[in-house]
Each structure stands twice: as structure tokens, then as C-alpha cells.
């Protein structure tokens, strides 16, 4: 099945500063790539998702790459806020399956 | 127009007892989904459903966790005799059907199981 990787783990940058978060997957036949902010206590927020006929997309702030050869996605955010602050995931759905393979996740802290 | 919304918001039973968590997709959801979310972690997927169609049941951990869903609305998730690793939010999300752009998945609030 699907594997997808996702790092760092934790990552701090100071407000205004870019961030940069990485997932590789496993399974060439995944084409859907979405990425979810969790707030504490909260259910994840989808921001933005990117499928593999594309390899670019962004929303304002926040923009995703996408590289099919080499198996990996990456979440960018620009012009950092404190309310960005919250946990980050990563995940992959294959054309033909059910499941959402989610990244284990990315501790955002924005320092003000 | 309304979200995902899950009940109860939180939970804490003792070790032995069953619990049953519900889940109210958005209306015209079609596929549902139950993932297990450990403190710290990311989320294991538990089961899916779509419409009418056979669930896949392929992330369930164990035969102590059931799900049922009557057509395309309400889901509940069973866990009988429950153990201490049960404690964990457990999410709900939803999506419309699966077509071009019907993957995105909508999450609920999460209900937090505590087993004593």
C-alpha cells in the first residue's frame, strides 16, 4: 500500500519568515495530494490540495508544489503569521482506493 | 450551510464498557470516513463508506470496532469492551461523490475517548 513520509516534524520560524514543509509518497498511482491545518482541539482543515496533473498551485499565501518522478510534495507558506501556527498534514489517495494515507503530521510555531 | 458535526464531544468510560460515537455528515455526502487520531499522531484511517455500496472495513483494528451507516446520512462507530489504547480522538469526515474534484474530505470536531 501507500507510504507517505512527511518532515520535519516540528518546525519554528519567526513571523514573516517562509516555512517549508515535505511529504514523499511510494505509490506512483497516487494523483490526489491535499494538505490539512489542525488547530488544537479541532478537526483537520483542508488548505489547499493539488492533483498530478498539475505541479503547482497556490492561494494567497500558501502554495504546493508537486514532483511526480521523484515522489514528493511540499507545502509552502509565505509571510508568516502567528495564527498559522497549528499542526500540519500531509496525505495521498490513489486513483483506484478508499484511503487517505496521511503524513504523520508537522508542529508549526510562528514566533511573533 | 452546516459542517460535519460528531457526538459526543467527549467521552471517558471505564475499561470493559461500550461506547458508540456518532457521526452527521453534510447533507449530500455521499462517502464517510472514520479515522482514529492518537495523541500526537496523525490519522488511521478505520473504515469508508460511499453511498450504497460495500463499506471497506481494511483499517479496523480489531472485531471490538463496528460501523454502520443507514444510506448517505448518519454513521455511528462501535467499540465494545473497550481498553485503555482505545483512548484516542476519533474523526469523522465526509465528501461528495467520488468524481473529478469530489475527493476533498470535510472533518468534524472529533470525539475524545478516554478509557480509564
Known amino acids: 500500500g501507500e507510504n507517505v513520509e512527511q518532515h520535519p516534524s516540528t518546525l519554528s520560524v519567526q513571523e514573516g519568515d517562509s516555512a517549508v514543509i515535505k511529504c514523499t509518497y511510494s505509490d506512483s498511482a497516487s494523483n490526489y495530494f491535499p494538505w490539512y491545518k489542525q488547530e488544537l482541539g479541532k478537526g483537520p482543515q483542508l488548505i489547499i490540495d493539488?492533483?498530478?496533473?498539475?505541479g503547482e498551485k497556490k492561494d494567497q499565501r500558501i502554495a504546493v508544489t508537486l514532483n511526480k518522478t521523484a515522489k514528493h510534495f511540499s507545502l509552502h507558506i509565505t509571510e508568516t503569521q502567528p495564527e498559522d501556527s497549528a499542526v500540519y498534514f500531509c496525505?495521498?489517495?490513489?486513483?483506484?482506493?478508499?484511503?487517505?494515507?496521511f503524513g504523520t503530521g508537522t508542529s508549526l510555531t510562528v514566533i511573533p | 450551510g452546516a459542517g460535519v458535526s460528531q457526538s459526543p464531544s467527549n467521552k471517558v468510560t471505564e475499561k470493559g464498557k461500550d461506547v458508540e460515537l456518532r457521526c452527521d455528515p453534510i447533507s449530500g455526502h455521499t462517502a464517510l470516513y472514520w479515522y482514529r487520531q492518537r495523541l500526537g499522531q496523525g490519522l488511521e484511517f478505520l473504515i469508508y463508506?460511499?453511498?450504497?455500496?460495500?463499506?471497506?472495513k481494511s483499517g479496523l483494528p480489531s472485531d471490538r470496532f463496528s460501523a454502520e451507516r443507514t444510506g448517505e446520512s448518519v454513521s455511528t462507530l462501535t467499540i465494545q469492551r473497550t481498553q485503555q489504547e482505545d483512548s484516542a480522538v476519533y474523526l469523522c469526515a465526509s465528501s461528495p461523490a467520488r468524481a473529478a474534484g469530489g475527493e476533498t474530505q470535510y472533518f468534524g470536531p472529533g470525539t475524545r475517548l478516554l478509557v480509564l
Open positions: 496525505a495521498a489517495l490513489t486513483n483506484t482506493g478508499n484511503q487517505f494515507y
Open positions: 493539488i492533483r498530478s496533473n498539475v
Open positions: 463508506f460511499q453511498g450504497n455500496s460495500a463499506p471497506d
